[in-house]
């Protein structure tokens, strides 16, 4: 019902930038509503955590080890968030995959929505 397209991701060197993109979209309907949109990464380790999401209000929420050097930001009427990545470590590499929270549609809501993700490696 509902669909994430990731784009971004790719190799970056120490202290390089990269922006993450991610768009929501109904595959047979409109997105009536959307609370939250955010990316959560997997690291070799295994270890899958938040890195920053946004609510429909514009309230964010960041990972300590991101705070400060990366910014979430959202584009309502386009159920997009972009994830603006600055200063990147090499411990920022791995997986990231957008994800939505109550995602409703004209006849259905899906709560929990995630895209295939995006591979970021930081490496010099």
């Known amino acids: 019902q509902v669909q994430l397209v990731e784009s971004g991701g790719g190799l970056v060197q120490p202290g390089g930038s990269m922006r993450l993109s991610c768009t929501a979209s109904g595959t047979s309907g409109s997105i009536i509503s959307l609370y939250a949109m955010g990316w959560y990464r997997q690291n070799s380790e295994k270890q899958r955590e938040l890195v920053a999401k946004?609510?429909?209000?514009?309230?964010?929420t960041y990972a300590d080890s991101v705070r400060g050097r990366f910014t979430i930001s959202r584009d309502t009427a386009k159920n997009t968030v972009y994830l603006q990545m600055n200063s990147l470590k090499f411990e920022d590499t791995g997986v990231y995959y957008c994800?939505?929270?109550?995602?409703?549609?004209?006849?259905?809501?899906?709560?929990?929505?995630w895209g295939q993700g995006t591979q970021v490696t930081v490496s010099s």
């Open positions: 946004a609510t429909d209000s514009g309230t964010a």
């Open positions: 994800n939505a929270e109550r995602v409703y549609l004209g006849g259905s809501a899906e709560y929990d929505v």
